[in-house]
Structures are given as C-alpha cells and as structure tokens.
C-alpha cells in the first residue's frame, strides 16, 4: 500500500531451515513448520520440529510447541476451517526412499485457542454467512455476539506443496454491527486484492479468538 514499496531486513527466525511451510493463520499470524537446518537438499537427520509463530504487528517470533517427528521435503501445512494446523508427510527425495518417508499427520492448536490458564478460549460464532460475495459489495454474518466483533478475515483455501502454499491468501475484514446479531462487512474491492475462487470466513473475538470458519 505505499507509493514506493521496498524490501527490509526483520529478525530473523531462531531456526535456518529449507524445505519449510508458512502458514497464514486465522488471525493474520504466520505459523512456519517442517524443514531442515543442516546441508544437502533433504537432510532429514537434522529436522526442525519446533514450531515457529511471526507476529505482523510486533515484528518479532515465537517458538512453539515442537512435533513428535521431523518433516523434511515433500511435507506440506494448511488452515484447517477449526483455525487449527494441519503438518503433514515428508520424506522421498534427495537419497530418501519411499519406504523411509513419513505417512503421518500432526494437528497444532495456535495460542489463541487458549487462556492465559491453558483453558479453551470462548469463540465467537458464525450462525449464517452468504456461500458467495461479489467484489466491492456488503455482505451480512449472524451472530449470537454482533456487539463485541469487530474485524475478521478471508483466508482463501490452501494448495499447498514442495515448501510452497500458492493459494493461500489473506484478506483483512472490518466489521459494524447493524443488530444484536447481524454484522456487516465490505467485500474485497477486486481480484487485486482477493482472487476468486473458495475462502474462509472467520469472526475474531476482541482478543483474536477465531471463530470456525464459514
């Protein structure tokens, strides 16, 4: 959005990697997963298994919660519609053999599932949003809390493999309540900013809490 973009340097992560995932999050976070830190094109004996969040507003990362095994090349990550992540396969490639890959799956659940305490967040909920919204127009959400949400988010569907997620995309949404349980917002402007094809819709609590997703 500024007349003249440009590249800048951010901390980096705590790990090196190659052949990682980068997951957008419900809440506009990014959750990077898998890879290697050692040489060679798939170096499985040196997998990352923690997990690492980048939070946009602060410029700064987390490490999370590690896997119970490493995923290396050929492993891929998406959004789940529950704002959970889905961390997936790895294996054959660069001297791994078919039969030495991973045939695993391991769900990660973002802090903003949780309190404080570790007890499960309360999450808003979507009781009815329209299947389709065309550019530039308002559309309406039911739900039960339209007084206390404010923003949500498109997350278009992800495609994602090789350490690459080509689909997926975020658009942020503002939203005002017009009763106790409807909400409106405006649709993306153009496919500029959101190409057609299947997103998520998710209603974030006034701590980020992600509702599922429509």
Same mark, same amino acid.
């Given at each position: 959005?500024?007349?003249?973009? !440009?590249?800048? #340097?951010?901390?980096?992560?705590?790990?090196?990697?190659?052949?990682?995932?980068?997951?957008?999050?419900?809440? %506009?976070?990014?959750?990077?997963?898998?890879?290697?830190?050692?040489?060679?094109?798939?170096?499985?004996?040196? !997998?990352?298994? +923690?997990?690492?969040?980048?939070?946009?507003?602060?410029? #700064?990362?987390?490490?999370? !919660?590690? +896997?119970?095994? /490493? @995923?290396?090349?050929?492993?891929?990550?998406?959004?789940?519609?529950?704002?959970?992540?889905? #961390?997936?396969?790895?294996?054959? %490639? /660069? %001297?791994?053999?078919? +039969?030495?890959?991973?045939?695993?799956?391991?769900?990660?659940? *973002?802090?903003?599932?949780?309190?404080?305490?570790? =007890?499960? !967040?309360?999450?808003?909920?979507?009781?009815? $949003?329209?299947?389709?919204?065309?550019?530039?127009?308002?559309?309406?959400? +039911?739900?039960?809390? $339209?007084? =206390?949400?404010?923003? %949500?988010?498109?997350? @278009?569907?992800?495609?994602?493999?090789?350490?690459?997620?080509?689909?997926?995309?975020?658009?942020?949404?503002?939203?005002?309540?017009?009763? $106790?349980?409807?909400?409106?917002?405006?649709?993306?402007?153009?496919?500029?900013?959101?190409?057609?094809? *299947?997103?998520?819709?998710?209603?974030?609590?006034?701590? /980020?809490?992600?509702?599922?997703?429509?």
């Amino acid at each position: 959005n500024r007349a003249s973009p !440009a590249w800048r #340097s951010v901390p980096g992560m705590r790990f090196a990697r190659r052949q990682m995932n980068a997951t957008i999050l419900a809440d %506009g976070k990014v959750l990077v997963t898998n890879g290697s830190s050692g040489p060679g094109f798939n170096d499985v004996g040196a !997998a990352v298994r +923690e997990a690492e969040l980048w939070n946009p507003a602060t410029e #700064s990362w987390t490490t999370m !919660a590690p +896997e119970v095994v /490493g @995923r290396t090349y050929h492993s891929a990550s998406l959004l789940l519609p529950d704002g959970r992540v889905l #961390s997936m396969g790895s294996g054959e %490639g /660069g %001297g791994v053999s078919y +039969e030495n890959s991973q045939f695993t799956g391991q769900v990660f659940s *973002p802090p903003y599932l949780f309190n404080a305490d570790g =007890s499960r !967040a309360q999450r808003p909920a979507i009781s009815s $949003a329209p299947s389709r919204v065309l550019y530039g127009s308002s559309f309406t959400v +039911e739900t039960p809390g $339209a007084g =206390s949400i404010t923003r %949500g988010t498109l997350i @278009r569907l992800s495609s994602v493999t090789h350490a690459f997620n080509q689909s997926q995309g975020i658009y942020p949404l503002t939203f005002s309540a017009t009763s $106790a349980t409807t909400l409106l917002a405006q649709a993306p402007g153009s496919a500029n900013l959101a190409p057609p094809g *299947p997103y998520m819709l998710f209603l974030l609590s006034p701590t /980020g809490v992600p509702s599922l997703a429509k």
